[in-house]
């Protein structure tokens, strides 16, 4: 039994999945956290939230890595940890920097800390020659409206720091540029108490489908596990509003999207210890990165995944976590693709009806989740306000994604905001 050291998490899916595959490879973990509070308001009312169950939960300033890393290290003296992790972005960077100051496995914290600044992996991947948009990186206002110009409208202006498509806005021309800025500038510290960095991303708008190339990486090696499809609403956001795995692609399609992220993982040195989730565009000119995420895929992506190939990539990032091989053989789960369909408030106001009805008892649904009666709603500008999402699964072929919309229609005829 190995002993990990938690720092931080999200509150959402994956912090109940990564407790559970802990547990159930046979492990336990520390948590570490700045807010007990914060997982404590998540849970379902009468129940415990999954993080609480560590073998310790521990209070320290985990914002102040300086601080932090001494901190750390008299721990490790007591309760030895074999390997440290989180599923928070915001974390990743720390859990990259203690673990090379304990000799724990993992990447080394500069490859981390260039993939989670989306500006770092821009100047990285062009250096290295892997396709990407074009880009410009400024931070004073007429420096961005010159590069703006520069690279022509339409863009996509997007915050260095943020994930969940927070601030991300296509802007075809100044004066939603101007509005754009102003928004990510009224925003200077994130949700997790941490100042953010006024550097502004401005990248060429690239025209085709989206999908994501989730990978392993352990000594050298980047192992593909599949490539997932999105579909993304919300103009001029960039809302995901849903995604199937394995997703519907040539073959060609699908080796190009593999090789290009192979490629951007490669670059940036994460080659040991990841489990990666990177976005790559699939344009006429051929794949180009969006981002590349040094975690498991949220959205729940990474149970897509399992449900059709039966590999469990939260477990898989505990097992490289401790520099172990993580089980990635396939299995026969009777399922052909999975898909997801989240349904994206357009209005604000309280939510008075959703329904779930007979689709919680429906054979081919495999998740339905739905926000309660009497929520806040507010229009969505990111990934962080979805009312809910329906899973459903096809054994035959690659069926699951029109079935979830089906079931979204569904669910939007009884959906009620007032």
Known sequence: MAHLLVVESWVGSMSRLLPRAIRECGHEFTFLTRDLHHYLRSAPEGTAHPLLGARNVVTAETNDIEALLPHVERLHSVLGFDGVLTSCDYYLSTVARIAGHLGL????????ENACRKDATRRVLAE?????PRFAVR??????ASAARELGYPLVVKPVDLC????????????????AVRQMADFPVNARGQQRTPAVL???????PEVSVETVSRAGTVHVV????????????FIETGHMFPAALTADQAEAAEQTASAALK???LVDGVVAHTEIKLTADGPRVVEVNPRPAGNRITELVRHVTGIDLAAASVEVSLGHEPDLRRKDTGLRS??????VPETAGTLEALDGGELRTARDVLELHLAESGKQVKAAGSNNEYLGHVMAGDPEGLGARDRVETLLDGLRSGLVIR
């Open 164 to 179: 969940a498509g927070m601030y991300v806005r296509r802007v075809d021309d100044e004066a939603q540029l101007v509005a």
């Open 128 to 132: 290295a020659g892997v396709p990407g």
């Open 338 to 343: 999975a898909a997801i369909g989240f349904l």
């Open 267 to 269: 670059a940036l040195g």
């Open 226 to 237: 599949g490539v997932t499809d999105k579909s993304v609403g919300g103009a001029p956001a």
């Open 202 to 208: 401005l990248e060429e708008l690239l025209d085709g």
């Open 139 to 144: 931070e004073e206002w007429t420096d961005i």
């Open 105 to 112: 496995p993992g990447s080394g914290p500069d490859p981390v």
